[in-house]
């Protein structure tokens, strides 16, 4: 029923982006992987996917590279879908880049993905509390070195685009493995960014304007450019009409991310598009309720009454 269904691995992150508030949660995932209940999760997760067979699958975290049974995961769900979408922060040591079993994985069906919180040097300490940036981009040309597919979003409204763009095609030898594209907005860590993106929303909706000119003077080079949410939202952006919103009219998207979990009971949040209200979502108790009730709760259609509150059109509004 849903083209795409997005999961949370339950394992610690290495990183501590300014803009993310999952890092906050390491002490509980690593608890939680140590009990063996992120186990029982990542389980449900595979049975949802295989019942489901969503046309992609998006595998968040925590951080999954890091996640020591990652390859039989990746490799329980891959005959059930047509893409796995694995986010990495490529913040990590190289030991643990290298350890990574890459070798195990099913790469044909992979896109290793990945959003740049801000690629320039200066910026990039306090952006990612000291992570040194000669690591994180020895990282990226390792894993470039892989026959598998790569995509590093931009965000729109950096009032530095450009030159993140160019500093990032000179560090990295692209090629046809690589795919770019551009975020619409940060929508990550809840509110966190909301006075950055409200501020700057004439810059992001310029941009969005003239996208063609951006992308052609970009120069890609032989990487290739997808738009993702720019085209996903923009029927939203024409006047800021919630009718018209993809994720309300379709089951485009199944997202789970935990809510709260211990050895006896583990309860998931699941929402059907990114850009709901953090205080919203439907809850899913696992071994008790119904998968049924996954698909029943988008037809019943009362989470659209959270539209009001959208957070796409609340930060970013309409062109
Ligand atoms: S909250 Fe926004 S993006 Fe989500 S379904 Fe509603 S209008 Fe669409």
């Given at each position: 029923?849903?083209?795409?269904?997005?999961?949370?691995?339950?394992?610690?992150?290495?990183a501590r982006c300014?803009?993310?508030?999952?890092?906050?949660?390491?002490?509980?995932?690593?608890?939680?992987?140590?009990?063996?209940?992120a186990?029982t999760?990542?389980?449900?997760?595979?049975?949802?996917?295989?019942?489901l067979?969503?046309?992609?699958?998006?595998?968040?975290?925590?951080?999954?590279?890091l996640?020591p049974?990652?390859?039989?995961?990746?490799?329980?769900?891959?005959?059930a879908t047509?893409?796995?979408?694995?986010?990495?922060?490529?913040?990590y040591?190289?030991e643990?880049?290298d350890?990574?079993?890459?070798?195990?994985m099913?790469?044909?069906?992979?896109?290793?993905t990945?959003?740049?919180?801000?690629?320039?040097?200066?910026?990039?300490p306090?952006?990612?509390?000291?992570f040194p940036?000669e690591?994180?981009?020895?990282?990226?040309?390792?894993?470039?070195?892989?026959?598998?597919?790569?995509r590093?979003?931009f965000?729109?409204n950096?009032?530095?685009?450009d030159?993140?763009?160019?500093?990032?095609?000179?560090?990295l030898?692209?090629?046809?493995?690589?795919?770019?594209?551009?975020?619409?907005?940060?929508?990550?860590?809840?509110?966190l960014?909301?006075?950055?993106i409200?501020?700057?929303?004439?810059?992001?909706?310029?941009r969005?304007?003239?996208?063609?000119?951006?992308v052609?003077?970009a120069?890609?080079?032989?990487?290739?450019?997808?738009?993702?949410?720019l085209?996903t939202?923009?029927?939203?952006?024409?006047?800021?009409?919630?009718?018209?919103?993809r994720?309300r009219?379709k089951?485009?998207?199944?997202r789970?991310?935990?809510y709260?979990?211990?050895?006896?009971?583990?309860?998931?949040?699941y929402?059907?598009?990114?850009?709901f209200?953090?205080d919203?979502g439907?809850?899913?108790h696992?071994?008790?309720?119904?998968?049924y009730?996954?698909?029943?709760?988008?037809?019943?259609?009362d989470?659209?009454?959270h539209?009001s509150?959208?957070?796409?059109?609340?930060h970013?509004?309409?062109?």
């Amino acid at each position: 029923m849903f083209k795409y269904v997005r999961v949370q691995i339950l394992y610690p992150c290495r990183a501590r982006c300014a803009w993310c508030s999952t890092h906050h949660k390491n002490p509980l995932f690593r608890h939680l992987y140590d009990t063996g209940v992120a186990e029982t999760v990542h389980r449900f997760y595979i049975q949802v996917i295989r019942d489901l067979q969503p046309e992609q699958v998006f595998v968040s975290g925590g951080e999954p590279l890091l996640y020591p049974q990652i390859a039989g995961f990746l490799n329980a769900i891959a005959d059930a879908t047509q893409q796995i979408n694995l986010f990495t922060s490529y913040q990590y040591s190289q030991e643990a880049c290298d350890r990574m079993p890459f070798g195990q994985m099913p790469l044909e069906k992979i896109v290793l993905t990945h959003t740049c919180i801000c690629f320039l040097q200066d910026r990039w300490p306090e952006l990612t509390a000291g992570f040194p940036f000669e690591r994180y981009v020895e990282n990226i040309r390792t894993v470039a070195r892989l026959p598998v597919r790569k995509r590093f979003k931009f965000i729109l409204n950096h009032a530095d685009l450009d030159k993140e763009i160019a500093l990032f095609q000179e560090r990295l030898a692209l090629d046809h493995t690589f795919e770019l594209g551009l975020k619409v907005i940060n929508e990550q860590g809840g509110v966190l960014n909301r006075q950055a993106i409200e501020q700057t929303r004439d810059l992001a909706h310029a941009r969005a304007r003239a996208l063609e000119q951006l992308v052609d003077g970009a120069g890609w080079g032989r990487a290739s450019f997808m738009p993702g949410s720019l085209e996903t939202m923009a029927p939203l952006l024409v006047d800021g009409d919630h009718g018209r919103c993809r994720y309300r009219r379709k089951p485009l998207e199944l997202r789970f991310a935990l809510y709260k979990a211990d050895t006896t009971d583990q309860v998931l949040k699941y929402r059907y598009c990114p850009y709901f209200p953090s205080d919203s979502g439907y809850r899913f108790h696992i071994g008790r309720d119904d998968t049924y009730k996954l698909q029943k709760n988008f037809r019943r259609g009362d989470f659209r009454d959270h539209c009001s509150r959208c957070r796409f059109l609340t930060h970013y509004g309409p062109l």
